[in-house]
């Protein structure tokens, strides 16, 4: 009896601890959502696991202050026929960037880096990057940057570095394809690589997805002199309450990290995920823009707090001035936008510092308020926040694969269609 008793009371402390971490709840009739409209996430959600197109999902969603869902789908790892948790850990990939950029914000609230400074004050080796000239029949050459790239181009993708993967010429062939390949070197090795390669576009030029945010994150740990993750734990998890977002796992908390489909539904081909490897094992550095894993509930209230303007609770991340700026769009009519368009979901959005911002009503290819701002991750989750209708909403799921970019722009509108009011 008395061993029953301390499992009850073990499982009791447990879910008080993860319902303290938790929004205040409310009936999503109270905050002007229905209830039943909000049935058919689980309904979409419910067929799709049953058809194999996705493994489960963790869904969580806020509005006016107010957890209004919070609902768990399908399994945890399908193979093994683990059901799904509410409290289950994803790598979020490149959901890491937002938290990346708030923690160099805090830090230029500080004054201890300016967004116009260029890279190359914080990283010397970074001080003199050129750019690559491409002329058909000839092999590459460069020229001189007309500036250097700026900490501010480095949350906005306007430095002029990018992934390997986003394109097949012979410079992009020398660029690591991803935050994750970066992060098999260490800082130095990862910058005095970049410093060897010149910059694809003029800094300030062209919007290109990039490792922008790798190297804003060891631009952080050069000026607080800590890895980033304890940096971002101090300042930025441990305040938010935020108890299951970090860069490693313990042997406790990987039981409960999510698993995708060891097939990729769309193609048929057996995949490899580099994002959950082993999550046990430090990286060789803490890749500002990949790294970290999260639950629905950890990253909502992250981005309650973007909502709040820099606040949740009792607690305040930023300024509310800071928070605007980042998450107004940042690129004028000087820089090339074109690559905004490869995906639907950010088609008709401009790019802030780390999100994308959506510019108007229309256009896009997805239902949205003007202002409303997102990033999602490779491994399949998403997140947005719409200040408008005082939305924050946060989509987990083990879904990598062009599959990522079916369920950002489903989860959108199965959100949306429940305002009620």
Same mark, same amino acid.
């Given at each position: 009896?008395?061993?029953c008793?301390?499992?009850v009371?073990?499982?009791?402390?447990?879910?008080?601890?993860?319902?303290?971490?938790?929004?205040?709840?409310?009936?999503?009739?109270?905050?002007?959502?229905?209830?039943?409209?909000?049935?058919?996430?689980g309904?979409?959600?419910?067929?799709?696991?049953?058809?194999?197109?996705?493994?489960?999902?963790v869904?969580a969603?806020?509005?006016?202050?107010?957890?209004?869902?919070?609902?768990?789908?399908?399994?945890?790892?399908?193979?093994? +026929?683990?059901?799904?948790?509410?409290?289950?850990?994803?790598?979020i990939?490149?959901?890491?960037?937002?938290?990346?950029?708030?923690g160099?914000?805090?830090?230029?609230?500080?004054?201890?880096?300016?967004?116009?400074? /260029?890279v190359?004050?914080?990283?010397?080796?970074?001080g003199?990057?050129?750019?690559?000239?491409?002329?058909?029949?000839?092999?590459?050459g460069?020229?001189?940057? +007309?500036r250097?790239?700026?900490?501010?181009? *480095?949350?906005?993708h306007?430095?002029?570095f990018?992934?390997?993967?986003?394109g097949?010429?012979?410079?992009?062939?020398?660029y690591?394809?991803?935050s994750?390949?970066?992060a098999?070197?260490?800082?130095p090795?990862?910058?005095?690589?970049l410093?060897?390669l010149?910059?694809?576009y003029?800094?300030?030029?062209?919007?290109?997805?990039?490792?922008?945010?790798?190297?804003?994150?060891l631009?952080?740990?050069a000026?607080?002199?800590?890895?980033l993750?304890?940096? *971002?734990?101090?300042?930025?998890?441990?305040?938010?309450?935020?108890?299951?977002?970090?860069?490693?796992l313990?042997?406790e908390?990987?039981?409960?990290?999510a698993?995708?489909?060891?097939?990729?539904?769309?193609?048929?081909?057996? *995949?490899?995920?580099p994002?959950?490897?082993?999550r046990?094992?430090?990286?060789?550095?803490?890749?500002?823009?990949?790294?970290?894993?999260?639950?629905?509930?950890?990253?909502l209230?992250f981005?309650?707090?973007?909502?709040?303007?820099?606040?949740?609770?009792?607690?305040?991340?930023?300024?509310?001035?800071?928070?605007?700026?980042?998450?107004a769009?940042?690129?004028g009519p000087e820089?090339?936008?074109?690559?905004?368009r490869?995906?639907?979901?950010?088609?008709g959005?401009?790019?802030?510092l780390?999100?994308?911002?959506? +510019?108007?009503?229309?256009?896009?290819?997805?239902?949205?308020?003007?202002?409303?701002?997102?990033?999602?991750?490779?491994?399949?989750?998403?997140?947005?926040?719409? /200040?408008?209708?005082?939305?924050?909403?946060?989509?987990?799921?083990?879904?990598p694969?062009?599959?990522?970019?079916?369920?950002?722009?489903?989860?959108?509108s199965?959100?949306l269609?429940?305002?009620a009011?």
């Amino acid at each position: 009896m008395r061993i029953c008793s301390a499992m009850v009371l073990a499982v009791l402390a447990v879910s008080t601890s993860l319902q303290a971490e938790q929004i205040p709840v409310a009936k999503p009739e109270a905050v002007g959502m229905s209830s039943p409209r909000l049935e058919r996430i689980g309904q979409v959600l419910r067929a799709d696991v049953e058809s194999g197109r996705m493994p489960g999902a963790v869904v969580a969603i806020a509005r006016k202050g107010k957890q209004v869902y919070y609902e768990a789908f399908g399994f945890l790892d399908k193979t093994a +026929r683990t059901p799904m948790l509410k409290d289950a850990i994803f790598s979020i990939a490149s959901m890491t960037k937002p938290m990346a950029t708030v923690g160099a914000l805090m830090l230029v609230e500080e004054g201890r880096l300016l967004l116009n400074d /260029p890279v190359g004050e914080y990283l010397p080796q970074l001080g003199k990057m050129s750019v690559a000239v491409m002329r058909p029949g000839t092999a590459m050459g460069s020229e001189a940057a +007309r500036r250097q790239p700026t900490i501010q181009d *480095l949350m906005r993708h306007t430095a002029g570095f990018t992934y390997g993967n986003r394109g097949t010429s012979e410079l992009y062939k020398m660029y690591p394809q991803g935050s994750i390949e970066s992060a098999s070197l260490t800082g130095p090795q990862f910058i005095e690589k970049l410093a060897t390669l010149p910059l694809h576009y003029q800094p300030g030029t062209v919007w290109d997805y990039s490792l922008g945010l790798d190297v804003l994150g060891l631009a952080i740990e050069a000026v607080t002199k800590q890895p980033l993750s304890r940096f *971002l734990n101090e300042r930025l998890f441990a305040p938010l309450g935020m108890v299951d977002t970090g860069f490693v796992l313990t042997a406790e908390k990987a039981r409960r990290l999510a698993r995708a489909l060891p097939v990729d539904p769309e193609t048929g081909n057996q *995949l490899k995920y580099p994002f959950i490897s082993d999550r046990r094992q430090r990286r060789m550095f803490d890749c500002g823009g990949a790294c970290a894993f999260s639950t629905a509930t950890d990253y909502l209230r992250f981005a309650q707090m973007l909502l709040n303007r820099g606040a949740l609770e009792d607690t305040r991340i930023l300024g509310r001035k800071t928070v605007e700026f980042m998450t107004a769009d940042q690129l004028g009519p000087e820089v090339n936008t074109d690559r905004l368009r490869d995906s639907p979901n950010i088609n008709g959005y401009g790019f802030g510092l780390s999100v994308a911002v959506r +510019r108007g009503s229309g256009v896009a290819g997805v239902m949205g308020s003007p202002g409303d701002y997102h990033w999602g991750g490779a491994m399949g989750t998403f997140f947005w926040v719409d /200040p408008k209708e005082e939305l924050a909403v946060v989509f987990m799921a083990a879904t990598p694969g062009a599959t990522r970019l079916h369920y950002r722009q489903v989860i959108t509108s199965l959100v949306l269609q429940a305002i009620a009011d």
